[in-house]
């Protein structure tokens, strides 16, 4: 990554560590191996900004600003007159999108993402298999701590499909993640096009089907008898 900002103009070597350490402390990348993942908080970040910020966030805006900020330290550059540029252009994007609502930003968001956010599932298959009314949609959670897909009759139908932070939460343990007392989709079954319904937690086997497949432990309550 270092290398690729070196060619672009981007960043300086006193500012790459502190650059990498904010995207690893964001959780936008994570590191494996040595190699950097992308995180789909990361993605929508990018989205967001690209969409919005289109300018601000293009590569060689940034490696002109770059050359601009060595040139006010070398002295040949006078700060205020490139300070005052700058604001202007911002402040004028950050107008518009102070029109955008939370809603807006999720339908931007779900059009851009959506072979990753619906891999199996159609427009027309997107019905909420709880309440059978409302849509399946990409929502941003209240304080935008994470993300999910849930029914968009919310809060009556508190059906939620996936949430999207398990990038995020890779080494969290299955005690460490919040179950949710509502069906969740688990996908389609290839044969039948069936949705498999996760229902609730049996501690031998995981999870049950909603589609009223028992479960195969002989002691779990929902025990599927002979």
Request: glycine fraction near 6%; include cysteine.
């Amino acid at each position: 990554m270092i290398k690729k900002m070196e060619e672009l103009g981007i960043g300086r070597p006193s500012t790459y560590a502190s650059i990498m350490r904010v995207l690893q402390d964001r959780k936008y990348v994570t590191v494996k191996s040595r190699v950097l993942h992308p995180e789909f908080r990361g993605r929508m970040v990018s989205a967001f900004l690209s969409h919005l910020f289109s300018e601000i966030v293009d590569y060689s805006f940034t490696a002109n600003m770059e050359t601009e900020l060595d040139n006010i330290s070398a002295g040949s550059t006078e700060w205020k007159g490139l300070l005052k540029d700058y604001w202007e252009r911002l402040s004028k994007y950050c107008g518009d999108a102070s029109q955008w609502d939370v809603r807006k930003v999720e339908r931007m968001l779900e059009e851009k993402f959506r072979p990753i956010l619906f891999p199996d599932l159609d427009t027309d298959s997107r019905i909420c298999p709880s309440c059978s009314e409302g849509t399946l949609r990409f929502k941003v959670s209240r304080y935008g701590e994470g993300s999910f897909i849930g029914c968009d009759r919310h809060p009556k139908c508190k059906y939620i499909a996936r949430t999207l932070s398990d990038e995020d939460d890779e080494n969290e343990t299955s005690e460490q993640i919040p179950r949710s007392f509502e069906p969740r989709l688990l996908g389609i079954m290839p044969d039948t096009s069936e949705k498999v319904l996760f229902l609730s937690v049996c501690m031998a086997s995981g999870f049950i089907y909603f589609s009223g497949r028992k479960c195969v432990q002989q002691f779990c309550s929902f025990y599927r008898s002979s």
